[in-house]
């Protein structure tokens, strides 16, 4: 019944002050079942749409996760949003995690229910 899914990022190097640090993230994307990603795996998707959250079938999406501050210098983007929250931009490609990047304003999300899932379809220019 979890409400999303990690993904856990090695060395995700930090814009403000350059050193590296491990980060686990939230996301609301595919079958949130609690469970633990890393980078080049696959996402998982229910039959049962409403165990989901986004929408499966697309080739590329982008999608907004939510993490800890860069532990050394409380970066990289201040003032952020709530207190000890920063933002992760996750790229998908046929449902395998790809990469993911510190969110620097270049992805704009639509409107959409926050609670739910934040992504951006890229498959069409
Ligand atoms: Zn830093």
Known sequence: MGMYNYLVLHGLTCPRCGHTAD????????????HDYEIGDTLRWSPRQRDNRGEPGHHR???EGLTGA???CDGPFGPR???DDDLIDIYLDNDVI??????????????TDRRRSTFLVLDTP
């Open 81 to 83: 949003r709530w207190p």
């Open 61 to 63: 999406v982008v999608t």
């Open 98 to 111: 790809t990469h993911a990047t510190w969110h620097d304003g270049t992805v704009v999300y639509p409107e």
């Open 70 to 72: 860069h532990p050394d």
């Open 23 to 34: 980060h686990t993230v939230q996301f609301h994307f595919g079958h949130v079942t609690l």
